[in-house]
């Protein structure tokens, strides 16, 4: 079977992984040069796959082109399947620019009886009222009789070890019930457990309830952490005894705000729907957007008070953030909340650096932050706001002058949790 993968990031990369893996002939397609350049010269540009992840590919028989007509012909795919992103547009809307030039790309190699499936987290509908028109009119075949056109959420969760493409459940959805079997038959090759949505458009809003519900979530305990640091209670300690609860609750937890490529953008796609069809606004992503989007203010308000009780101010003080990538443990900044950070803090005079073990160098707004070259560097405030298990908490809680903790990970005299 070909498959051709179309976006070779955190998203196309495991899955074409996993199905040079299970023997198919895997073509990666990407606008890059220079991510197509490296794979096929063994190098990975994702934290998730090692170089020695992408030789073995290669080994197997999986190429990365930029060159759409080395698909065509006796190349071209059975299985075509979208992985490109998709960002907010300036207005804070859907950014389907990439989708869109992917599906004139998989127009172009598309063959009866082929199946194309989009997995770019995007807003309900797509698929059928955005996909399916483009490839009908640049093919002139129709979708669910001269071929399968499915949307399937991708569900990656970089830097989980325990949960990777085979062991995660894969929702498919189609546009006809035999679209759906078409995508399920090829998902059940790289995938232990597929479930089957009634249509595309559920499998499309699968994908946004799981991640507005993180958001919505994620913004409860925030708001929370914001009075309880006012009313004298440590909601690190109350989290942990809720979650003894055997049932009826999962724990999440407060943060200097979110950060990544789902949770602060995917929910904007949902409730640019509603608003868009429904003429009115979807409350809770509002309102969670409201809050989390306030936490890296917070956080420096907050760093602004611990000073003050050191008889500092922030202008000219010395502030050391550590982590400054969205995720413990991966190198991605996409959306950090350290960069807002970074900038208020900058705005209001602190002189910073950071340490990351994961971040050679880093910038904000184009302005070069030097690196410490430890994680227990002096510095008047320290400020945690990723928790990389490369970090030696203990060693930094009592090496710090002052440490401002982001993530209720460390204890101890001179220690401020969020
Ligand atoms: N990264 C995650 O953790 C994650 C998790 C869930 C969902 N998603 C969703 O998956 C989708 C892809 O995200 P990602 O994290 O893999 O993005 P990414 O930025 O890591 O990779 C996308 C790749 O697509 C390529 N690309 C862009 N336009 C293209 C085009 N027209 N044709 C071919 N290639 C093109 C880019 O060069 C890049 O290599 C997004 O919709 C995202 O919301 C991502």
């Given at each position: 079977m070909n498959v051709v993968i179309i976006g070779l990031g955190y998203v196309g990369l495991p899955l074409a992984q996993e199905a040079v893996r299970v023997g198919l002939n895997v073509t990666g397609f990407d606008v890059n040069p220079r991510a197509v350049d490296g794979l096929n010269a063994g190098r990975s540009h994702i934290d998730d796959l090692t170089d020695g992840d992408i030789e073995m590919m290669v080994e197997s028989g999986f190429r990365a082109t930029t060159d759409l007509a080395e698909l065509t012909g006796d190349n071209a795919p059975d299985v075509t399947v979208i992985c490109v992103p998709t960002p907010l547009s300036e207005s804070d809307g859907p950014d389907l620019t990439a989708v869109k030039a992917a599906t004139d790309s998989a127009a172009a190699i598309l063959k009866q009886g082929a199946l194309i499936v989009l997995e770019s987290t995007t807003y309900p509908g797509t698929t059928d009222?955005?996909?399916?028109p483009m490839l009908e009119k640049a093919t002139g075949l129709a979708a669910g009789i001269d071929f399968h056109l499915a949307f399937s959420p991708e569900r990656i969760d970089p830097g989980n070890e325990v949960y990777g493409i085979r062991n995660t459940p894969k929702v498919v959805g189609g546009l006809t019930p035999a679209c759906t079997d078409a995508a399920a038959d090829f998902y059940g090759t790289v995938c232990d457990t597929v479930v089957k949505a009634k249509t595309a458009r559920e499998a499309e809003m699968a994908k946004l309830l799981e991640n507005t519900y993180r958001h919505v979530n994620i913004a409860l305990v925030n708001e929370m952490a914001i009075f309880c640091h006012e009313l004298g209670v440590d909601l690190w300690n109350t989290i942990d005894c809720a979650a003894t609860k055997p049932f009826g609750f999962q724990a999440f937890y407060p943060g200097p705000g979110v950060g990544g490529h789902c949770i602060p953008i995917d929910p904007n796609y949902l409730s640019y729907k509603v608003r868009a069809e429904l003429k009115h606004p979807f409350r809770f992503v509002e309102l969670a957007q409201e809050i989390n989007s306030r936490m890296p203010g917070y956080v420096v308000d907050r760093a602004a008070e611990l000073l003050n009780t050191d008889a500092k101010p922030l202008n000219g003080a010395k502030v050391l953030l550590l982590g400054v990538t969205y995720k413990k443990d991966i190198a991605d900044?996409?959306?950090?909340?350290?960069?807002?950070?970074?900038?208020?803090?900058?705005?209001?005079?602190?002189?910073?650096?950071?340490?990351?073990?994961?971040v050679d160098s880093w910038q904000v707004d184009g302005r070069d932050i030097p690196r410490a070259a430890s994680p227990a560097d002096p510095a008047d405030l320290t400020i945690l706001l990723q928790a990389h298990s490369a970090y030696d908490l203990a060693d930094i809680a009592a090496k710090a002058h002052l440490l401002f903790d982001t993530r209720g990970k460390i204890s101890g005299e001179s220690v401020y949790p969020l």
């Open positions: 009222e955005v996909i399916r900044q996409r959306e950090s909340p350290a960069r807002p950070i970074a900038r208020k803090l900058l705005q209001r005079g602190a002189v910073l650096a950071y340490h990351d073990p994961h």
